[in-house]
């Protein structure tokens, strides 16, 4: 299966849009096996606009060579926030890939120029200012900046859930977590999850970022394998856990 690598109709993303409550906005997309556009294979895409004109989403899963500080210099705004720096941007899709999308916490006590509210406590904010309040160190407290956004026209999305091409899976923010996966070269994998999804989702996961099987993954943490079955609350797993992937 081959998506879509538009915009919707009259859709533009930098342009100030003050909320979002369409049936599929806040949620993932998995691509199933038989995705073949190599924008999107083995990608997982959060979805923050879906209504009768199209979708918008950003990958995220896919970081790129690119960190906050070479971003950060390139535009002209000096990051010393050392937690920062070495943050990832990530490749959001193939639409508008010149342009860059701050996935963040919804706050109230703090407005940007161009941003969408969505559902479910989060903004995707396209202005300059919220990275100039990053900068500053006034920012979002959590947030994921990608470059490009993924768009589908209208009813593109929902044919190509139909064919099998994605799988949605429903997002509860205020459980939404970041696991931290190490090989035995020494990469690191980030993978956004929950508390609730079992290793098995978790793998899945994984698969989908790296580009093999589920089945091929073994986590576990010392000496302690994990068992597909549990969830990563039973196991204690919380936000920037790390663990330790080796391959069967």
Same mark, same amino acid.
């Given at each position: 299966?081959?998506?879509?690598?538009?915009?919707?109709?009259?859709?533009?993303? %930098?342009?100030?849009?003050?909320? /979002?409550? !369409?049936? +599929?906005?806040?949620?993932? =997309?998995?691509?199933? $096996?038989?995705?073949?556009?190599?924008?999107?294979?083995?990608?997982?895409?959060?979805?923050?606009?879906?209504?009768?004109?199209?979708?918008?989403?950003?990958?995220?899963?896919?970081?790129?060579?690119?960190?906050?500080?070479?971003?950060?210099?390139?535009?002209?705004?000096?990051?010393?926030?050392?937690?920062?720096?070495?943050?990832?941007?990530?490749?959001?899709?193939?639409?508008?890939?010149?342009?860059?999308?701050?996935?963040?916490?919804?706050?109230?006590?703090?407005?940007?120029?161009?941003?969408?509210?969505?559902?479910? %406590?989060?903004?995707?904010?396209? /202005?300059? !200012?919220? +990275?100039?309040?990053?900068? =500053?160190?006034?920012? $979002?407290?959590?947030?994921?900046?990608?470059?490009?956004?993924?768009?589908?026209?209208?009813?593109?999305?929902?044919?190509?859930?139909?064919?099998?091409?994605?799988?949605?899976?429903?997002?509860?923010?205020?459980?939404?977590?970041?696991?931290?996966?190490?090989?035995?070269?020494?990469?690191?994998?980030?993978?956004?999850?929950?508390?609730?999804?079992?290793?098995?989702?978790?793998?899945?996961?994984?698969?989908?970022?790296?580009?093999?099987?589920?089945?091929?993954?073994?986590?576990?943490?010392?000496?302690?394998?994990?068992?597909?079955?549990?969830?990563?609350?039973?196991?204690?797993?919380?936000?920037?856990?790390? =663990?330790?992937?080796?391959?069967?």
């Amino acid at each position: 299966m081959k998506s879509a690598n538009k915009a919707p109709q009259d859709a533009d993303p %930098g342009s100030l849009i003050s909320y /979002s409550a !369409d049936h +599929l906005a806040n949620q993932f =997309l998995i691509a199933m $096996p038989g995705m073949v556009d190599p924008n999107f294979a083995n990608s997982v895409v959060y979805l923050f606009e879906h209504n009768e004109r199209g979708a918008m989403g950003l990958v995220v899963n896919k970081p790129t060579e690119v960190n906050l500080a070479t971003l950060f210099d390139k535009i002209e705004l000096k990051l010393e926030i050392a937690p920062l720096l070495e943050q990832p941007v990530y490749f959001g899709g193939p639409v508008q890939i010149e342009r860059g999308f701050v996935l963040h916490e919804s706050n109230p006590h703090l407005s940007y120029s161009s941003c969408l509210i969505i559902p479910g %406590g989060l903004t995707m904010t396209t /202005s300059k !200012d919220v +990275l100039e309040a990053v900068a =500053l160190g006034n920012g $979002p407290r959590k947030f994921l900046m990608t470059l490009g956004y993924a768009g589908w026209g209208a009813g593109q999305l929902e044919e190509e859930i139909t064919l099998n091409g994605w799988m949605n899976v429903s997002l509860s923010r205020d459980q939404m977590m970041e696991i931290i996966v190490n090989d035995r070269i020494g990469k690191k994998v980030r993978i956004k999850c929950f508390p609730t999804d079992t290793i098995y989702n978790l793998k899945q996961l994984i698969a989908a970022h790296i580009g093999t099987k589920a089945e091929k993954i073994r986590l576990q943490k010392s000496y302690t394998i994990f068992k597909d079955n549990i969830t990563l609350q039973d196991y204690e797993i919380k936000d920037g856990s790390s =663990l330790e992937l080796y391959y069967n």
